[in-house]
């Protein structure tokens, strides 16, 4: 009902999805990364594909096969990612921030790998921060432009989430409870949508197939209409 009667409700929209996890170089051989598997960011890409969509897919370090129908653009680092995602958004209808992006990068690059010595002991690698992708992509976004990010929390997951929803600027946030097993790089995902205007969406743990479909609900049903 709610996708129409060819379920291609998507249709005539640009979405843009980055997926994966960054990685931020510590030395040619050496980086510093995260768990992300982009499982769910190409549930993500693959659900709006058969909607209807031309999807734009940012994929960091992801070991999974293009998505028929879907424009892939690899990247490495979060400097990377930012790079792409802004360029994508640009026309899109709807930005999903699905990727782990790294908060924080080695503050200067070693061009030459990084050797332990005898005679002194480790050196510490000083980090700079990274640029918040999500938090910009509220303060440019255009007009109508739904912007949905993704936060894995501990503790007070619920109240983490609003409070980070409020952050950013998103119009949705996926919120997810991690733990040592859960989550990462499992098929299935449970999962609380909050909604800027104050909704919550219980998704049951399932397929993160169906996590995807009740995200572009929601956006769906946040997109201005289109056409006649
Ligand atoms: N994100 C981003 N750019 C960053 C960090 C995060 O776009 N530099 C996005 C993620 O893709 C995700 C959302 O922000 O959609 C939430 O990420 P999360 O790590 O939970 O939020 P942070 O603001 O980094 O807060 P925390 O201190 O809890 O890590
Ligand atoms: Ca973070």
Known sequence: LARGADGRDLAGRHVVVSAGGTREPIDP?????????????????RTAAARGARVTLVAANVALPD???????????????REAVLQAAAD?????????VADFRPAEYRGSKIKKSEDAGPEPIRLSRNADILAELGRVR??????????AETDDVLENGR?????????LLVVNQVGEDLTFGRPDNAAVVLGAD???????????EALAETVWDLVAARLEPRGA
């Open 29 to 45: 051989v050496r980086f510093i990364g995260n768990r992300s598997s982009g499982l769910q960011g190409y549930a993500l890409a």
């Open 92 to 100: 899109a209808d709807a930005v999903v921030m699905a990727a782990a």
């Open 198 to 208: 104050g909704s919550r969406t219980d998704v049951p743990r399932g397929a993160k």
């Open 163 to 171: 409070a980070k929803l409020a952050r950013k600027g998103s119009d």
């Open 67 to 81: 998505p028929a129908g879907v424009r892939v653009m690899p990247v490495g680092s979060a400097a990377e990612m």
């Open 142 to 151: 255009g007009p109508g432009q739904v912007i949905v990010g993704f936060a």
